[in-house]
């Protein structure tokens, strides 16, 4: 089992920047796929990043690419969600979540067996 917590969300001017952080614990979190989702009211949760077990490679949402990158500290066993020129519709509640050690990454909800509670983002116009 793998428990994870996020925090960094809260309220930014369109624009602006925010960095998530997702603590976790539990089992090896150096051979995890680390993710972030979103789900904005209304509507379903979709991929927004993610990063291998090394760091060696990440993966992006095609709304978010050249404004958010994903790393990932297996020594604090953190990984981090930087959000710069955040838009209005980046508005949502951003969950960290894991997959199995030595999975290949997806952008499939179903693939990842471990959620935080989520951290709401609010980007005002």
């Known amino acids: 089992q793998v428990q994870l917590v996020e925090s960094g969300g809260g309220l930014v001017q369109a624009g602006g920047s925010l960095r998530l952080s997702c603590a976790a614990s539990?089992?090896?979190?150096?051979?995890?796929?680390m993710g972030w989702f979103r789900q904005a009211p209304g509507k379903e949760r979709e991929f927004v990043a993610a990063?291998?077990?090394?760091?060696?490679?990440?993966y992006y949402a095609d709304s978010v690419k050249g404004r958010f990158k994903i790393s990932r500290d297996n020594a604090n066993n953190t990984v981090y969600l930087q959000m710069n020129s955040l838009k209005p519709e980046d508005t949502a509640v951003y969950y960290c979540?894991?997959?199995?050690?030595?999975?290949?990454?997806?952008?499939?909800?179903?693939?990842?067996?471990?959620w935080g509670q989520g951290t709401q983002v609010t980007v005002s116009s």
């Open positions: 979540t894991a997959r199995n050690p030595w999975r290949p990454v997806t952008m499939v909800v179903a693939d990842y067996p471990y």
């Open positions: 539990g089992r090896t979190f150096s051979n995890y796929v």
């Open positions: 990063i291998t077990w090394s760091g060696a490679a990440t």
